[in-house]
């Protein structure tokens, strides 16, 4: 059974970054048939997709065009682990945050989430 | 941007059939999902590759997609079915989420 077990603060100020860690049990980050997202939810943007990062021979990342040139995800493969970084924040990107496990096997389908992280920005 | 359209709300009456339909440009060309998501809970995948049920998912839940079109159907709905349902689908190194229908059981 795999389980996502997010971490990070839930208050950040305007301007300042954005920073959850997801760490991974009952698959690992490396997994070839994984790929490993951060989607957040909110009133106005509903469920939004932020980017992903996966393993095939070597590790790619994709990013959202939304937020790119503000994020990062990186794995961690000592700590089993993925973590987000969104530079810059402002009170639009408060909102809850997930973690997801995107199965190749269901094509494109998120079939494990993390517990969610509600993240306010504001000073 | 890629968007996938949903009806902001149904509602169905126990025991009844509810649809609830996704459109989204040539949707029927790409693998659509669907997800439930109950107050205060992550979403749960209830659909993928537009028809397959995940282990433990009840078979009232079911699936399809042609044209612009993909549609979740709940057969037999019942009050526990009450939930927020969101459509999926990938599109150009981009995954996209429906807007999201809250289905009422009445």
């Known amino acids: 059974q795999v389980q996502l077990q997010q971490s990070g603060p839930g208050l950040v100020r305007p301007s300042q970054t954005l920073s959850l860690t997801c760490v991974i049990s009952g698959d690992t980050v490396s997994s070839n048939s994984a790929a490993w997202s951060w989607i957040r939810q909110s009133p106005s943007r509903g469920l939004e997709w932020l980017g992903r990062t996966y393993y095939g021979s070597k590790w790619y990342k994709d990013y959202a065009l939304s937020v790119k040139g503000r994020i990062s995800i990186d794995p961690d493969t000592s700590k089993n682990q993925f973590s987000l970084q969104l530079n810059s924040v402002t009170p639009e990107d408060t909102a809850l945050y997930y973690c997801?496990?995107?199965?190749?096997?269901?094509?494109?389908?998120?079939?494990?989430w993390g517990q969610g992280t509600l993240v306010t920005v504001s000073s | 941007s890629y968007d996938l359209t949903q009806p902001p709300s149904v509602s169905v009456s126990p025991g009844q059939t509810a649809s609830i339909t996704c459109s989204g440009d040539k949707l029927g060309d790409k693998f659509a999902c669907w997800y439930q998501q109950k107050p205060g809970q992550s979403p749960v995948l209830l659909i993928y590759q537009d028809t397959k049920r995940p282990s433990g998912i009840p078979e009232r839940f079911s699936g399809s997609n042609s044209g612009n079109t993909a549609t979740l159907t709940i057969s037999g709905t019942q009050a526990i079915d009450e939930a927020d349902y969101y459509c999926q689908a990938w599109d150009i190194n981009t995954y996209v989420f429906g807007t999201g229908t809250k289905v009422t059981v009445l």
């Open positions: 997801a496990r995107a199965y190749s096997a269901y094509d494109s389908a998120f079939d494990y």
